[in-house]
């Protein structure tokens, strides 16, 4: 599929994605936002949900969204400058080959804490 965003084109192949995002002040306004169908295209991952189904949603506490990239990136594909444009890394949109794997890892980033 071909994804088009302003100057921006990416090409992303059929299967289980990951998107890394943050919301400083209000992270369920932030979330309810993505889950609605009408609004107003502002950030990367309102043009792919125009194509895309959410399948779940996994929140953490905390300013971790870099962090959370970076550990990602480890594991998965990122496709390159889709969005993380306020930070310095290369993507915040992995694709998945298995989804039990990213649940692994988001556990285990989350249990970093304890």
């Known amino acids: 599929m071909e994804l ?17 995002g943050s919301a400083m002040n209000g992270i369920w306004q932030r979330v309810s936002r993505h889950l609605r169908k009408n609004k107003k295209k502002h950030w990367h991952i309102d043009y ?3 194509f895309a189904k959410i399948k779940a949603v996994v929140m ?10 970076r550990t990602l990136s480890k594991y998965f594909e990122g496709v390159q400058g889709f969005g993380a444009t306020d930070l310095r ?26």
Do not use: C
């Not at 953490?60 to 990239?69: A, H, M, Q, T, V």
């Not at 290369?90 to 804490?113: H, P, T």
């Open 4 to 20: 088009i965003v302003r100057k921006n084109k990416w090409f992303l192949r059929e299967g289980i994605y990951v998107y890394v």
């Open 48 to 50: 792919l949900l125009k």
């Open 60 to 69: 953490y506490p905390g300013k971790r969204e870099e962090e959370l990239s």
């Open 89 to 114: 890394l290369k993507s915040n949109l992995y694709r998945v080959e298995n989804i039990d794997s990213f649940f692994g890892i988001a556990k285990g980033f989350l249990n970093q804490d304890d």
